[in-house]
T-cell receptor, first 109, second 114 residues
């Protein structure tokens, strides 16, 4: 299974942008890059996904490197409610997703 | 629209016992997958069911099993419980799986094995 590498933790000040990096050097051509986040005491929730082009939705933006070996989740203005563990995963359709331990984002008021 | 429902939310068992966890997916979703979450290992894939058939299986021993019913509800069973099985078990549903499919997770069943 293709795996991803993320920093264990990051901090951000409230209302500032946050860039969460993810490396996926073994990504295959059919892998979609997905991001989920898990708030305390909840199951993970979907954030965004993409294949090759950068993507935007109401929650975040996803910037994908040209060689697809890395990507960055961008939260444009971090709020306290964005404090969570963020997971970058690769999905080839088999649904045997590797979540790893993610990046714990702390938002400082 | 009701979300993914998992029952029970909390349970305590002793070593050697067996446990059955239930998951009701979002109406219309045919794919159900199960994950184990522990502090040290993070989220690990257990198995995925689609239309009552297991499509994928993770690297867990045979003590972990599951099934899916015709109404897409799913159960997972763990037999001969070990202390290391203490974890949060998460169920996720999606319309049909696939690489672009968004997974919707339940809040999980927290199992404690004494």
């Amino acid at each position: 299974d293709a795996k991803t590498t993320q920093p264990n933790s990051m901090e951000s000040n409230e209302e500032e942008p946050v860039h969460l990096p993810c490396n996926h050097s073994t990504i295959s051509g059919t892998d979609y890059i997905h991001w989920y986040r898990q708030l305390p005491s909840q199951g993970p929730e979907y954030v965004i996904h993409g294949l090759t082009s950068n993507v935007n939705n109401r929650m975040a933006s996803l910037a994908i490197a040209e060689d697809r070996k890395s990507s960055t989740l961008i939260l444009h203005r971090a709020t306290l409610r964005d404090a969570a563990v963020y997971y970058c995963i690769l999905n080839s359709g088999a649904n045997n997703l590797f979540f790893g331990t993610g990046t714990r984002l702390t938002v400082i008021p | 629209k009701a979300g993914v429902t998992q029952t029970p939310r909390y349970l305590i068992k002793t070593r050697g016992q067996q446990v059955t966890l239930s998951c009701s997916p979002i109406s219309g979703h045919r794919s159900v997958s199960w994950y184990q979450q522990t502090p040290g290992q993070g989220l690990q894939f257990l198995f995925e069911y689609f239309s009552e058939t297991q499509r994928n299986k993770g690297n867990f021993p045979g003590r972990f099993s599951g099934r899916q019913f015709s109404n897409s509800r799913s159960e997972m069973n763990v037999s001969t419980l070990e202390l290391g099985d203490s974890a949060l078990y998460l169920c996720a549903s999606s319309l049909a799986g696939g690489p672009t499919g968004e997974l919707f997770f339940g809040e999980g069943s927290r199992l404690t094995v004494l």
